[in-house]
């Protein structure tokens, strides 16, 4: 996911898209304290696509391009 592509959703989508991300993040750790096999790099993914969705989040708040 790109914050280009993340920039031209509209502010409902933005929640929606962090809602998603959120339980994606909640179902990775319940896999892995369950033992299932679950591949680590996918914890990395997901953290930093939460933090990128929510600084175009604040941007779109605050008026700013980051």
Known sequence: MKASELRKKSAI????????????QFALRLQRS?????????FGKVRKNIARLKTVQRALRTGDKA
């Open 34 to 42: 369950t033992g299932q096999a679950v591949k680590p790099d996918q």
């Open 13 to 24: 989508e933005l929640q929606n898209e962090l809602l998603s991300l959120r339980k994606e």
